[in-house]
């Protein structure tokens, strides 16, 4: 086991599963009571445990149980939570100052985080940063300066994205439930097109991109579309990735009719992939691209970044907000960007990669059929399930694997348009001991299906 230091140089928590109450136990479901009374209904949850102490690849909880971290709060904490580095930066910065607004009186850490986004993102051209508090911020700022350089109004989304929750991201979003059941009217001048789901379509990238063309050419009008905007590893719908020569094909018809091409990478970006950017898989090079999530350890902070000349089209303070850039963000921000060029932490997302591959394909020749595609990059990989001899999702096979999991001390999460996928998104500073070991419990988990 590697021996971890806290910020305050103290012992870490100890890198180890531990399942020492039922689960919730007796203080979890303490707080679940005064949860439920207390917190909206609508807002969601997947552990029925409250945290206490998290960092390295373990979550402990206020029983005393910990439980290895595959989620890493929905691919945030990338460089793992609490990271030392990012700790020591926020508190230096929370005593310094809290906030001022950019807008009103500014600070470096906001330039040297826009300084370090546009040498870090794909492209040698000029570019310019605009920061924000949550990934769907980004996509509509990202929108508005793509509407505002091409005066034009639409933009093409694909079936199984994921864009946010704000009222032109629901537009954006592709699933009804959760997301937007009963929250229309949604924003117009949203366009819809097929994805490259290979699993699924069985089609190569440049039949599957020249059917998604021939439909925006067809029925929106290419000169009427302002903007593409595609994960390159659709997140929330199912790590799906694009079969090869999707995104370029994309990428090509944007160039030939002055549309702007922008990736979202607020869950793919930041070395998730094995890669900072995930479009870096493919040698695409977007004009805007969308970051948060992975970028601030877990301070909220996404970004836009650019080419100078489209991100300058917009003019002065039609771009903002109270908190955008938030100085503890920000100091969170470039520590993060530290800590991931010191440990080498590109190469760690690949050996992650590799690990957990090699896992689930061994799991995946026990389950008898239900493990139909093993997908993604880097420590961002997900299986998806099935009916055995079919293609039909199997929702409730993931229910009771993750539970299986969920009680013997490993946290894992779901995504899929048809909640058939398990997604595997560790922090990057989690061990590969643990990493066996929550491989281990999942096997369990499939074994219990037979
Ligand atoms: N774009 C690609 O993955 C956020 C959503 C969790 P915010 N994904 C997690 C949930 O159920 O709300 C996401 C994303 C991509 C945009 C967003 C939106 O980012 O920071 O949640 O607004």
């Known amino acids: 086991m590697t021996e971890m230091l806290t910020a305050t140089g103290g012992p870490a928590l100890p890198q180890s599963r531990r399942v020492v109450t039922a689960i919730p136990g007796p203080k979890s479901q303490a707080l679940m009571a005064r949860r439920k009374a207390a917190v909206a209904d609508g807002v969601g949850g997947t ?43 926020v508190q230096e910065q929370a005593a310094a100052f809290t906030h001022t607004c950019f807008m009103v009186v500014p600070y470096a850490g906001y330039v040297e985080v826009c300084e370090a ?30 509407r505002r350089h091409t005066r034009r109004q639409a933009v ?44 699924r379509d069985g089609k190569d990238g440049a039949t599957a991109a020249r059917e998604a063309l021939l439909k925006i050419e067809k029925e929106i009008g290419a000169t009427n579309v302002a903007a593409i905007l595609i994960e390159p ?10 079969a090869p020569g999707f995104l370029p094909a994309l990428r090509e ?26 479009c870096e898989h493919e040698g695409v090079v977007p004009d805007l691209i969308t970051i948060a999530k992975g ?13 100078a000349e489209i991100m300058d089209g917009i003019h002065t303070s039609g771009l903002g907000g109270t908190y955008g850039g938030n100085p503890l963000a920000c100091a969170a921000a470039l520590a993060v960007i530290e800590t991931i060029e010191a440990d080498g932490l590109l190469g760690r997302a690949t050996e992650i990669e590799a690990l957990l591959r090699g896992r689930l394909v061994g799991i995946a020749g026990e389950a008898g059929g239900r493990i139909a595609d093993i997908r993604g990059r880097g420590a961002m990989i997900a299986i998806e399930l099935v009916k055995p001899g079919t293609t039909e999702p199997d929702p ?52 219990t299906l037979r």
């Open 156 to 199: 093409v989304v694909f079936e199984h994205a994921y864009h946010g929750r704000t009222n032109l991201t629901m537009a954006l979003t592709a699933k009804n439930a959760p997301y937007k059941d009963g929250f229309g009217p949604f924003a117009p001048e949203v366009y819809r097109v097929q994805t490259s789901y290979p699993f």
């Open 253 to 278: 018809f944007c160039d030939a009719n002055g549309i702007v091409f922008i990736a979202d990478e607020v869950q793919t970006g930041i070395a998730r992939t094995g890669a900072w950017f995930a």
């Open 396 to 447: 409730q096979a993931v229910s009771a694997v993750v539970a299986h999991c969920h009680a013997n001390g490993v946290l894992v999460i779901t995504a899929g348009t048809y909640g058939n996928v398990l997604r595997f998104l560790p922090p990057l500073s989690i061990s590969d001991e643990l990493l066996n070991e929550a491989m281990d419990i999942l096997g369990e988990g499939f074994a």
């Open 295 to 307: 970028v601030a350890g877990g301070l909220p902070l996404s970004a836009v970044t650019g080419r």
């Open 117 to 146: 986004l546009n040498r870090l993102t794909p492209g040698t051209h000029a570019k310019k940063t605009a920061l924000f508090n949550s990934g769907a911020e980004a996509v509509e700022n990202a929108v508005k300066v793509a």
């Open 233 to 242: 590893i659709m997140g929330e719908g199912g790590f799906i990735v694009p």
């Open 47 to 89: 552990m029925p445990v409250f945290v206490e102490h998290a960092g390295g690849g373990v979550v402990v909880d206020v029983d005393g149980n910990s439980f290895i971290d595959l989620a890493s709060g929905i691919a945030v904490t990338t460089v793992g939570i609490s990271e030392p580095r990012v700790v020591s930066a």
